[in-house]
């Protein structure tokens, strides 16, 4: 299965656009974490575009991006970037490796003539942690790289990996944090939030991260707070 993946990998479909237009009946997918069959995909459409939303595990699990083609060949996959993902694999994004594996990079894209913006990356608050090593299972640049443009164009929805944070995640982290830089990312990422949702007014938000089944309102946006694996029908 490594040489698989290593000799599949490399089959690269560098004719996708950089303008990314999504068309047909499209899911969005919470954090899988490099387990592909715990996904029910079969309850969704024949064709159907599916939005991973980051923490795929790509990076950590060799054979993932493989068993996303092979196992599901009639869907096309749409990679948003996670903390638990290798940032190497989203540098020349956007791009496809096989026939229907996509990586987004940041930005706006459009789901049916709607206009969206994707935002990858976050913080693993445990990466201090001794099971954490560089490289391996845990990399430089996990945390949002997206630069709010001086000029934002309104949006239906954002497709972030991270998000405004559920009423059931504390505010204050509880893992290993000595100086202090992980606390501080997370509160810089929260006003992160609150000025997109300001800049670009979207009528809804969908994340993973937290692992939580959340749905509520902020302000005039909707947040979809996705479980692993959990399937939201846009």
């Not at 939303?53 to 060799?62: A, I, P, R, T, W």
């Not at 972030?160 to 810089?188: E, F, L, N, R």
């Not at 909707?222 to 694996?229: A, G, V």
Request: glycine residues 8%; negative net charge; hydrophobic residues 35%.
């Amino acid at each position: 299965e490594q040489w698989l993946y290593c000799s599949f990998s490399y089959t690269m479909s560098l004719d996708m656009k950089t303008d990314i237009n999504i068309n047909g009946p499209t899911a969005v997918v919470g954090d899988i974490h490099g387990v592909a069959y715990e996904m029910n995909l079969y309850s969704l459409p024949d064709e159907c575009n599916v939005i991973l939303l980051g923490d795929v595990g790509v990076g950590f699990n060799c054979s993932i991006l493989f068993k996303l083609s092979t196992m599901w060949p009639s869907h096309q996959f749409y990679l948003i970037r996670g903390n638990h993902d290798d940032p190497s694999y989203w540098e020349d994004a956007p791009f496809r490796i096989g026939r229907n594996v996509n990586f987004i990079p940041d930005g706006y894209l459009t789901i049916n003539e709607d206009l969206y913006l994707a935002i990858g990356g976050s913080i693993s608050v445990d990466k201090n942690g001794i099971h954490r090593i560089p490289f391996e299972t845990w990399w430089e640049g996990e945390e949002i790289q997206y630069k709010i443009p001086n000029r934002c164009k309104k949006v239906k929805g954002i497709l972030a990996h991270t998000g405004p944070k559920p009423s059931s995640i504390p505010s204050k982290i509880t893992c290993k944090d000595p100086d202090g830089s992980i606390q501080k990312y997370i509160d810089k990422e929260k006003e992160f939030c609150d000025t997109v949702i300001k800049r670009f007014k979207p009528e809804a938000w969908y994340h993973g991260h937290y692992h939580v089944h959340e749905f509520w309102k902020k302000g005039k946006t909707d947040i979809y707070s996705l479980d692993c694996n959990e399937i939201y029908l846009l």
